[in-house]
């Protein structure tokens, strides 16, 4: 997901206005800012599910993680309504805190988000200007890569990231790029976090 919109910026600056601590680490040659808000969660955990999930792009199309280090400046993980998104004026990806923590499931979809948002940032540095983007091509686009990325793992591995691509890119424009309503994502992810932590707002 690409945002580019006044809603999404102040979204953002409330997230990182309400993080907890800000460890800053390095993963296989990229900046990574962690804004933990969870006591229940472990930074060590999420940034070593990061780099599992480098390792996996690293591993099975290198090349596409060559383009991600010429195209993103750091990774930030933080508190999140989805599993990624990329800040095109700080050239940042976003993984989010609660879906690199996820037990139950390979790194390969924290992979295959990376990929997403890395073809993102591929738009955003090739100059493409935000007004003249159509958000459901684009989406698509980044679709297209998780697909290739996840035909490119070991059967056990991709099959998720397979089926959950295959099924994106089958959606119509306004389901494959959704107009977002940060408020009520705010709220939703609040709830959430309460009902995780014993705490109440």
């Known amino acids: 997901m690409v945002m580019v919109f006044d809603a999404f910026d102040r979204f953002v600056k409330r997230i990182r206005a309400a993080s907890g601590m800000t460890d800053v680490f390095e993963v296989r040659g990229f900046r990574v800012v962690v804004q933990n808000s969870r006591p229940d969660i472990e930074t060590e955990a999420v940034v070593r599910r990061l780099d599992d999930a480098l390792a996996l792009i690293e591993r099975h199309e290198p090349w596409r993680l060559a383009h991600l280090r010429r195209d993103l400046s750091k990774f930030l ?23 690199l923590a996820r037990t139950d499931i390979t790194a ?12 993102h940032a591929r738009v955003d540095n090739m100059g493409v200007r935000p007004e003249s983007r159509n958000s459901a091509r684009e989406e698509r686009i980044c679709r297209r890569a998780e697909l290739d990325f996840g035909q490119s793992l070991p059967p056990e591995l991709g099959a998720p990231v397979v089926e959950r691509a295959t099924w994106s890119l089958s959606l119509d424009d306004q389901d494959v790029a959704p107009v977002i309503d940060w408020a009520e994502a705010r709220r939703r992810q609040n709830a959430v976090d309460d009902a995780a932590t014993g705490h109440s707002r």
């Open 77 to 99: 993980v933080v508190r999140y309504p989805c599993r990624g998104a990329y800040i095109p004026g700080e050239r940042t990806c976003i993984t989010e805190l609660t879906f």
């Open 108 to 119: 390969a979809p924290v992979a295959s988000s990376i990929v997403h948002e890395g073809m």
